[in-house]
């Protein structure tokens, strides 16, 4: 079985994209297990902080995306681009910079997220790319999954109701689970 390390983008506690990521988790097929990790405790990046030892939040996340085959990053948009929380995750994740092979290198990727606009998350998950190459992993393009209007398909207890996004959201998770296998077979 193939383990992912599923990371929301967002703080929120009422997060869609922390909703999609419990709905993914719930979804995955038999063969893929997905942990759902948070960005709480991650501090701003600083390099005078680094200088001083890595913070425990970071240290332990950076720990477990090694020991995993892969990872699902659940994004929100903000500004049509990456959400700077996300993305100070990743700036500490791949600190030093000698770690990234270590911790991100060749994993398959899947990037999916949503939004409460009309436009679901297209212009996230594209500015995603140009730090996965940096980090060195494979995002999966088999798929796509932009959910908008997410209002409307998350209740009040951020439950995935909409039977249309479940359905979507399967089809995503089987083919990422494939593409997961089929790295994990070329190493």
Same mark, same amino acid.
């Given at each position: 079985m193939?383990? =992912?390390?599923?990371?929301?983008?967002?703080l929120r506690h009422h997060s869609y994209n922390t909703a999609l990521l419990?709905?993914?988790?719930? =979804? #995955?097929?038999?063969?893929?297990?997905?942990?759902a990790v948070? =960005?709480?405790?991650?501090?701003?990046?600083?390099?005078d902080v680094? #200088?001083?030892?890595?913070p425990a939040a970071v240290s332990a996340l950076k720990e477990?995306?090694?020991?995993?085959?892969?990872?699902l990053f659940v994004t929100p948009e903000y500004n049509q681009s990456i959400p700077g929380v996300? &993305?100070?995750?990743?700036?500490?994740?791949?600190?030093?910079? #000698?770690?990234i092979p270590r911790v991100f290198g060749d994993k398959p990727v899947g990037i999916i997220g949503a939004t409460p606009g009309p436009a679901g998350t297209r212009l996230s998950q594209t500015a995603w790319l140009p730090v996965c190459r940096a980090l060195g992993v494979h995002p999966w393009l088999g798929k796509q999954l932009y959910v908008a209007g997410a209002g409307q398909v998350f209740d009040a207890e951020g &439950? =995935?109701?909409?039977?249309k996004i479940q359905k979507l959201l399967g089809e995503y998770l089987q083919g990422l689970s494939r593409f997961v296998t089929l790295v994990q077979g070329s190493r």
């Open positions: 193939n383990t =992912l390390i599923g990371i929301s983008g967002s419990r709905a993914a988790v719930e =979804l #995955a097929p038999a063969d893929l297990r997905i942990e948070t =960005l709480t405790g991650i501090p701003l990046y600083d390099g680094e #200088a001083e030892g890595m477990r995306i090694a020991a995993a085959q892969g990872l996300f &993305k100070n995750a990743i700036d500490w994740l791949s600190r030093p910079g #000698a770690d &439950k =995935l109701t909409d039977p």
